[in-house]
């Protein structure tokens, strides 16, 4: 593999930071790490665009007891039920459910339906993460 060498310029606080948070995420050097990230930014870039078809997964926490929010969530599950591939529930208490709903679609779908569930009353936290785009 052809590798190019480009300089990057820090602040000296900035890289401080970098430093400390590749160290905790278990890189061997900034490289890794700067790689990642533009990685991560040209995958984004491209859902985000060119409606490309991606697979990932929805995390919500929700208070079942507020606002029919479980009602709701089984709707909005059924009218995206053609992006919707699996569903995971956890009960982490007496009114705490977690549940992840595992999706494919385009960005621009699944990052809708993310936003419907979020809107919801009872949804404490919903995040949407892609894990890959679909290679045609």
Same mark, same amino acid.
């Given at each position: 593999?052809?590798? +190019?060498?480009?300089?990057? &310029?820090? +602040?000296? =606080?900035?890289?401080?930071?970098?430093? $400390?948070?590749?160290?905790?995420?278990?890189? @061997?050097?900034?490289?890794?790490?700067?790689?990642?990230?533009?990685?991560?930014?040209?995958? +984004?870039?491209? $859902?985000? =665009?060119?409606?490309? +078809?991606?697979?990932? *997964?929805?995390?919500?926490?929700?208070? !079942?007891?507020?606002?029919?929010?479980?009602?709701?969530?089984?709707?909005? %599950? !059924? %009218?995206?039920?053609?992006?919707?591939? &699996?569903?995971? !529930? /956890? !009960?982490?208490? #007496?009114?705490?459910?977690?549940?992840?709903?595992?999706?494919?679609?385009?960005?621009?779908?699944?990052?809708?339906?993310?936003?419907? /569930?979020? *809107?919801? #009353?009872?949804? @404490?936290?919903? =995040?949407?993460?892609?894990?890959?785009? /679909?290679?045609?």
């Amino acid at each position: 593999m052809v590798v +190019e060498r480009v300089g990057v &310029s820090f +602040e000296p =606080e900035l890289l401080k930071k970098f430093d $400390v948070l590749i160290r905790k995420k278990g890189y @061997n050097n900034r490289s890794e790490a700067i790689r990642d990230l533009i990685r991560k930014m040209l995958i +984004e870039s491209e $859902v985000k =665009e060119n409606g490309v +078809e991606v697979i990932g *997964a929805i995390g919500i926490i929700y208070n !079942h007891d507020k606002g029919n929010v479980t009602n709701r969530l089984l709707h909005l %599950q !059924h %009218q995206f039920s053609r992006n919707i591939l &699996s569903t995971a !529930h /956890i !009960h982490m208490n #007496k009114r705490t459910c977690f549940e992840v709903l595992i999706v494919r679609g385009s960005f621009k779908k699944l990052k809708n339906l993310a936003d419907n /569930i979020n *809107a919801l #009353k009872g949804v @404490n936290n919903g =995040e949407l993460f892609i894990a890959t785009k /679909i290679k045609s």
